[in-house]
Each structure stands twice: as C-alpha cells, then as structure tokens.
C-alpha cells in the first residue's frame, strides 16, 4: 500500500486542471458560476504551472491506478537569504484530498513527498488544525509568534454594517448614511486607540524596483529574509492589484524630512472595506511613526478595519494602536532539515511576511 502511495504522487500537469479544478470545488464548496472553469484554469496555470516554467517548484497531485486524481498539494516557490547564502523556500498551500481517499493516508503520502522536496525550508501560514497536526509528525513544528492575528475597527459601525448587509436588501440604502454618521461622531470622541495625527514623513507610491533594493539590504536584527527579483516580484504585486473583489491595493514609500527612505506598508481593501496588511518594513527607530502613519493612512481611506498578522518586531508599536486578537485559526507551520532556518524563525528574527506566504496564492 505504502509503495502505490508514493508511486501515485507526480507533478501537476495542465491537463489535471479539470480534475484538480472539480476536487478543490467540492472540497472548499465553492459553488458553481458561468465563469468558474476559466477562473480556475486561469488560476491554476497563472499560479503554478507558468512559474514551474521559469525554474519554480512543481505542485503535486496523487492519482490512483485509474489515473483519478485524489489529492493536491500547491506549491510555490520563493527566495530567501540567511547569513549572506541565499536559499529556496516552498511554499504550501491548497492542501486537498477527496473526501473518498482521507482513510488512505493519501495526504500523509503527499506530504511527506512535499516537505523531502529539494527545498531548504518549507512553510505555510494559513494552516488548520488537520494539517498543522500532520506537519508536527513529520517533524514539522509550529511557528507561534508568526501565528497570531490582530485586527482594529478604524470604522465600528461600517465594519458592523459589512457584517450584516447582505441581509439587510433594501434597507441599506437607509443604514448606510447612518452609519457614516455614527462613524463621524466616534473619530471626533478622543480614545487611546484612535489614529493619531500624521507622522511627519514624506509619502509617495512604492515601486517594484524599491522594494526589490529594499530587500537586498540587511533589515534590522532579521536573520532571514525574502530577496526578490523585478520580474517576479512584479507579477506578484500584479496579481494582489487585478483581485476580483472590487478592491484597492495600497503600495506606500515613506521618507524622512531629509529624503532617507525610513520604511513602507502595503495593504489591500476588499470591497467590505476591511483591510489586510501584507507587509510592514522599517527602520528600528521609526517602527511607532510607520504603524503610526499605516492607521492614519487607512483611516483617511475609509477603511473600516485594518487587519494583519502579528510580526514580532512590531508588536510593541501596534499596542499602541486599539488593536484586538483576531480569532483566526491560522497557523504558521515551518520544516527545515537547517535548523539555523528554525531558529531564526522560531526566535522572531525573520523576515516573512503575507506577501510571501498564502495570502497571495488564494482562489477568488
């Protein structure tokens, strides 16, 4: 049995698309639209077979003797660079196995051929309780500072209003000014967590160019961090900008008074107005005027709530913010057969942020 498991597991290949496309619908209930055929071939060959073109690492599936496919693990591929070497990250993410086939240690099978991959570490950051289990057997573990989620209502009553809208129907167009109104009364009431004024930095749109100098240089006490290449890293930042939720991505440089570049922020507002930060850099001293200057930015927006996940060397600077635990079951599992890789994540002294990890790899 051990040995068919193992001979079952081979690269996705274009022509799975269809079967992959039908188990990953079935499995996340995602429900059928006249468009989804293409939105899936269209992110499965975007996502995981033109990079496999370029040098990246193949996604897996598991297929029985009939050629069915029961299991599918994505993969994508980044760089990163530790103590001057430069090495190879995968990254793991739409994990699924036919309802059919889970007594048949068909994900223990896809996994353990993932994590033997020639890749120095693996990770994932949006993981459940199943496959954080499976992980921590195959001598994976979990990274809990990188596994917490924060979350501040910049807007209380829009961010309730997201909530319940959809049941609202013709009421909204009633409830909608109301809540702008009572929106408008809370900014005007002082409170330790409202955003403060503007920090005095000079702001202007992140390049792609700029966040690849950026991460070439040593960021702060980070051990561990991502390195990117122009072409690569501009197809990622592409695919965050053309999400098909009717929202806006915010790509923003800071600079002192004097010109210096002290940090920047990039976050996407999906059409509810909630906003997920992707990624925070900065200089030591200017960690408070950065956050600082991330709420203000996204109060003045309109964003109802700002939402990240905790990194380590900000977490003194969002307390100063009105920021509560977001009860996200999302865990950041990592394995590495390097434990000098271990260690600088499992201390909080690496670089990896939502840009590198899953976020960017969902369906829409």
């Known amino acids: 049995m051990r040995k ?105 099978a896809l996994l353990r051929h993932f994590l033997q991959g020639p890749q120095d570490f693996s990770f994932t950051d949006e993981a459940n309780e199943a496959s954080q289990s499976l992980w921590e057997k195959m001598e994976g573990s979990t990274a809990p500072m990188y596994s917490t989620h924060w979350i501040a209502p910049l807007r209380p009553a829009k961010l309730f209003l997201s909530r319940v809208q959809p049941r609202l129907g013709s009421f909204s167009a009633v409830v909608v000014p109301a809540a702008d109104f009572m929106d408008a009364v809370v900014s005007r009431i002082p409170y330790r967590g409202r955003p403060r004024p503007q920090p005095n930095l000079q702001m202007e749109s992140l390049s792609t160019k700029a966040l690849v100098e950026l991460m070439a240089e040593p960021l702060n006490d980070a051990l561990l961090r991502p390195l990117y290449d122009v072409r690569s890293l501009d197809r990622l930042l592409d695919d965050v900008s053309r999400k098909k939720t009717d929202g806006a991505f915010q790509r923003i440089l800071l600079r002192g008074l004097d010109g210096k570049t002290v940090g920047w922020y990039l976050y996407y507002v999906d059409c509810r107005g909630i906003a997920e930060v992707l990624q925070i850099g900065c200089c030591r001293e200017y960690r408070r005027e950065v956050i600082g200057h991330l709420f203000h930015h996204a109060a003045r927006y309109g964003v109802a709530a700002l939402a990240g996940r905790l990194e380590p060397q900000f977490s003194r600077a969002l307390s100063d913010q009105c920021c509560f635990l977001y009860p996200r079951k999302y865990s950041m599992l990592i394995h590495s057969r390097d434990p000098q890789i271990v260690k600088a994540i499992q201390s909080g002294r690496a670089f990896i942020s939502r840009l590198e990890g899953e976020w960017c790899l969902r369906f829409d």
Not at 4 to 11: E, N, S, V, W
Not at 25 to 46: A, K
Request: glycine fraction near 6%; hydrophobic fraction near 45%.
């Open 4 to 108: 068919f498991l193992l001979a079952g597991i081979r690269p996705l290949e274009e022509s799975d698309i269809s079967q992959v496309a039908a188990l990953h619908q079935g499995v996340f209930e995602i429900p059928s639209t006249p468009d989804i055929r293409d939105r899936y071939r269209n992110y499965f060959t975007d996502k995981f077979l033109e990079p496999v073109r370029q040098g990246a690492l193949p996604s897996l599936v598991f297929e029985d003797e009939n050629h069915n496919i029961l299991g599918f693990l994505a993969v994508a591929t980044r760089r990163f660079a530790i103590g001057g070497k430069l090495i190879q990250a995968a990254v793991s993410s739409q994990f699924v196995v036919h309802t059919q086939a889970r007594s048949n240690l068909v994900a223990v």
